[in-house]
C-alpha cells in the first residue's frame, strides 16, 4: 500500500505543535481516541449480545473497560448526533435535526434546520487544540461543505472528512460516477482492491505513530457500517457459510413496525456481517498500536455509535441488514432500536475492567466526559446539555442524569414521522407531531416498548407530555407546519434519495 500524502501533514502539525510549546509537562496528559462507528446497532457485537457478527476485538476493549447498557445517541440520525458529540449541545438547540439533505415532506412539511455545524460553535476539537493537544479528524463529518470542514472546527488534521454521509465505494478509488458528492477525498493515492475501513485505519496509525510523544486528541469516524453494503469478499464467504448453517427459527424475519413500515427481527446479513467484522479488526489495530508503541496506559479509548442499526424501512422492503431485537424498531425511530447505541470506555487505571453501567446517558454528555478524564477545564455554558460521565465511570458518588429528550421533526426513508420523545428514570413517553398522539413505555419491564401504558398511566404520560413540550418552547426548536398540498401528495415524498 501506497504511503499516504497526507501524512507529511500529520507530522508537519505536529512539529508545528512543539515548536510552539505544547511539549513537557502537557505530555503527562492522556491521549484520547474517539472511535466512531456509523449506522452500528445496540445488539450488533457480541459483548453486548449478537448472535452472528464476530467481534473479539471490540469485545476485549470491553472487558478493559466500562460498557454502557442504556447509551442513548442525541438522535435517530447521524448528522444531528455528530453535531451533538461535536458541541455537547442538543441538535434541537443547535436546529441542526435531520441528517443533512434528508428532504422530507408528509402530512407535515418538515421543520427547517441548519445544514452545518456553525463555526461559532466551540467544538470539542477545539478544547482540546487548545489544550495544546495534536487534533485530528479522520472519516466521516457530514456536518456541512467548506468552510465547515473539521480543519476549521479545532481539527490540525483532517483526511477523509466532507459534505457526505456515505462513501462511494468502499473500494478503491472510493468512488461512485452516479453519486460523485459522495466519492471520499483525500485517498487519491491508494491501490486497487484497498478497502476504506482498512485505509482509514492505517491514516489513524499514521497519526497516532506521528504523535506518539503525545499528547493527541483523535476521532477515528468511520464510514462503515453505513450503506453501500459492501464487504471484503473473503469475509462476506466466511459469513455466507456461517449463514447457510443457521436453522429456520434463525433465518432472517421480519415483521410490520405499525402500518407504514417493515422491521427486521433477526440477524444474519453476510456482507453487513463482514463489515463490522473489519471494523473489529480496526480497533484490534488501533490497539495493538498503542501497546506497541507503549502508550496504551495512557490513552483513554472511547467506542461508539451515531444512532441505532438500520434494521426497520418504510413499506414491505426487506434490505435492511440488521436486526435490534429485544429493541424496537431501528434507525430513523425513537423507539429503542432507533437511539440506544453501544458505549464502551477504556480508562486506564480507573479500576473499570469489564464493568457493566446501566444508568441511561446520552451523546451530549461525552464532551465534557473527555474534557474531565483529560484533565482539562470544562465550560458548562458550552456543553450546556450534557453532563459528566466520570462519577459513574468512577463508581463514586450518586449520579442523577435527569430527563433526556429527543426532537426529531422529520421524516425518515426508515417510515418514521416527525416525533419528539422524553426519557426520565425508566418511564420513557414518545409523541407523534402529525397527530399528538402519544405512547409511554416503562423500560425497566419493557425495553421491547410492546406496552403502551398511557391509558393505566394517563398522569404520569401527561406530566412527562408537558415536561417535554417545555422543553421543546426552553431550546425554541424547530416545528414541522401543515402540508397544503397533503390531499395532494398523500405519503411522504422524499426529495432526494433514500434517508441516511
Known amino acids: 500500500m501506497k504511503t499516504s500524502s ?7 502539525a505536529t512539529a508545528l505543535l512543539s515548536s510552539l510549546g505544547c511539549s513537557g509537562v502537557e505530555h ?13 446497532g445496540w445488539v450488533d457485537m457480541g459483548v453486548y449480545g449478537s448472535p452472528f457478527y464476530e467481534t473479539p476485538r471490540i469485545d476485549r476493549l470491553a472487558s478493559q473497560g466500562a460498557r454502557f447498557t442504556q447509551f442513548y445517541a442525541a438522535s435517530p440520525v447521524c448528522s444531528p448526533t455528530r453535531a451533538s458529540l461535536m458541541t455537547g449541545k442538543d441538535p434541537a438547540r443547535l436546529n441542526l435535526t435531520n441528517w443533512i439533505g434528508g428532504e422530507q415532506r408528509g402530512r407535515l412539511l418538515q421543520a427547517a434546520y441548519v445544514r452545518e455545524l456553525r463555526l461559532e460553535e466551540f467544538t470539542i476539537g477545539e478544547a482540546f487544540h487548545e489544550a495544546g493537544y495534536a487534533t485530528g479528524f479522520i472519516g466521516k463529518w457530514h456536518l456541512g461543505s467548506e468552510p465547515y470542514y473539521p480543519e476549521h472546527q479545532g481539527f490540525d488534521v483532517n483526511i477523509g472528512g466532507h459534505a457526505a454521509g456515505q462513501p462511494g465505494s468502499y473500494f478503491f478509488p472510493y468512488e461512485n460516477e452516479r453519486l460523485p458528492w459522495s466519492n471520499v477525498p483525500d485517498l487519491e493515492d491508494g491501490e486497487e482492491g484497498e478497502y476504506l475501513t482498512d485505509r482509514l485505519t492505517d491514516e489513524a496509525l499514521s497519526f497516532i505513530e506521528a504523535n506518539r510523544n503525545g499528547p493527541f486528541f483523535l476521532v477515528l469516524s468511520h464510514y462503515s457500517v453505513h450503506t453501500p453494503l459492501q464487504s471484503k469478499a473473503d469475509l462476506e464467504m466466511k459469513y455466507e457459510n456461517k449463514a447457510a448453517s443457521m436453522s429456520e427459527t434463525e433465518r432472517p424475519n421480519f415483521v410490520m413496525e405499525g402500518t407504514t413500515a417493515t422491521t427486521r427481527t433477526t440477524q444474519g446479513h453476510s456482507v453487513y456481517a463482514g463489515m463490522i467484522e473489519s471494523t473489529d479488526e480496526s480497533v484490534g489495530r488501533l490497539m495493538d498500536k498503542l501497546y506497541d508503541l507503549q502508550i496504551s496506559d495512557n490513552t483513554i479509548v472511547v467506542f461508539v455509535s451515531d444512532n441505532g442499526g438500520l434494521s426497520t424501512l418504510a413499506g414491505r422492503r426487506t434490505s435492511m441488514p440488521t ?6 424498531a431501528g434507525k430513523g425511530w425513537l423507539y429503542e432500536g432507533g437511539i440506544r447505541v453501544p458505549l464502551i ?6 479500576g473499570m475492567h469489564g464493568r457493566t453501567i446501566d444508568q441511561p446517558a446520552v451523546t451530549t454528555d461525552l464532551y465534557p466526559t473527555l474534557l474531565e478524564m483529560a484533565g482539562l477545564n470544562t ?3 458550552q456543553h450546556r446539555d450534557g453532563v459528566s460521565l466520570v462519577p459513574l465511570l468512577r463508581g463514586v458518588g450518586d449520579f442523577d442524569r435527569g430527563p433526556i429528550f429527543w426532537h426529531f421533526p422529520h421524516y425518515h426513508g426508515s417510515g418514521n414521522v416527525p416525533s419528539g420523545a422524553v426519557r426520565v428514570g425508566s418511564y420513557k413517553l414518545i409523541e407523534w407531531l402529525e397527530d399528538g398522539r402519544i405512547e409511554l413505555y416503562d423500560l425497566d419491564l419493557d425495553m421491547s416498548e410492546s406496552t403502551d401504558l398511557v391509558t393505566q398511566m394517563p398522569e404520569k404520560a401527561a406530566g412527562l407530555l408537558e415536561l417535554l413540550q417545555e422543553w421543546r418552547q426552553s431550546v425554541d426548536a424547530g416545528m414541522p407546519r401543515p402540508n397544503p398540498d397533503w390531499e395532494e401528495v398523500g405519503v411522504a415524498q422524499p426529495k432526494n434519495g433514500s434517508g441516511q
Request: charged share 15%.
Open 6 to 12: 497526507f501524512r507529511p501533514l500529520v507530522a508537519a
Open 28 to 40: 503527562t496528559r492522556p491521549n484520547v481516541i474517539l472511535f466512531v462507528v456509523d449506522d452500528l
Open 323 to 328: 436486526a435490534n431485537v429485544p429493541l424496537r
Open 345 to 350: 470506555v477504556r480508562w486506564p487505571g480507573g
Open 379 to 381: 465550560n458548562p455554558q
